[in-house]
């Protein structure tokens, strides 16, 4: 198992294409961020500032991003980066592949997100 110890936005690009590519999809792919809160998990002081104005509902809500501004979006805190990013399918219509994350509002080091094991921390197709 290869240790996730860099975080930045070609990395987390690389690992989002890299989750990706365990769909089968033809489209260009677009996202929808959903906002995951624990309420079992403390937040720090980062975590509420990516939770409520980051992901914010006037930031993202039923908005459909692309590549780029969701890799922008998502990476805003480097190093750090969502703990667990939920890869979910949803629809191919029109020449778009639109995909779910649901995503963690904790942000930490990359040494403590999940999904290490699959390759392509912090995100796991569901």
Same mark, same amino acid.
């Given at each position: 198992?290869?240790?996730?110890k860099?975080f930045?936005e070609e990395?987390?690009?690389a690992?989002?294409?890299?989750?990706l590519?365990?769909?089968?999809?033809?489209g &260009?792919p677009?996202? !929808?961020i959903?906002?995951v809160y624990?309420?079992?998990?403390?937040?720090n002081?980062?975590?509420?500032y990516f939770?409520?104005?980051i992901?914010?509902?006037?930031? !993202?809500?039923?908005?459909?991003?692309?590549?780029?501004? &969701?890799?922008? #979006?998502?990476?805003c805190?480097k190093?750090l980066?969502?703990?667990? !990013?939920?890869?979910?399918?949803?629809e191919?219509?029109d020449?778009?592949?639109m995909?779910?994350?649901l995503?963690?509002?904790? !942000?930490r080091?990359?040494?403590q997100?999940?999904?290490?094991?699959t390759?392509?921390p912090?995100f796991?197709? #569901?």
């Amino acid at each position: 198992m290869k240790l996730f110890k860099e975080f930045n936005e070609e990395v987390f690009r690389a690992n989002l294409l890299s989750v990706l590519s365990e769909f089968n999809y033809n489209g &260009t792919p677009k996202f !929808i961020i959903t906002p995951v809160y624990n309420p079992n998990k403390m937040p720090n002081g980062e975590d509420d500032y990516f939770r409520l104005v980051i992901l914010g509902k006037e930031n !993202i809500a039923g908005k459909i991003l692309s590549l780029e501004t &969701t890799t922008e #979006v998502l990476s805003c805190f480097k190093p750090l980066c969502p703990t667990q !990013i939920k890869v979910k399918f949803i629809e191919e219509k029109d020449g778009v592949s639109m995909f779910e994350l649901l995503t963690s509002t904790r !942000i930490r080091k990359p040494s403590q997100v999940a999904n290490i094991k699959t390759g392509h921390p912090p995100f796991k197709a #569901v």
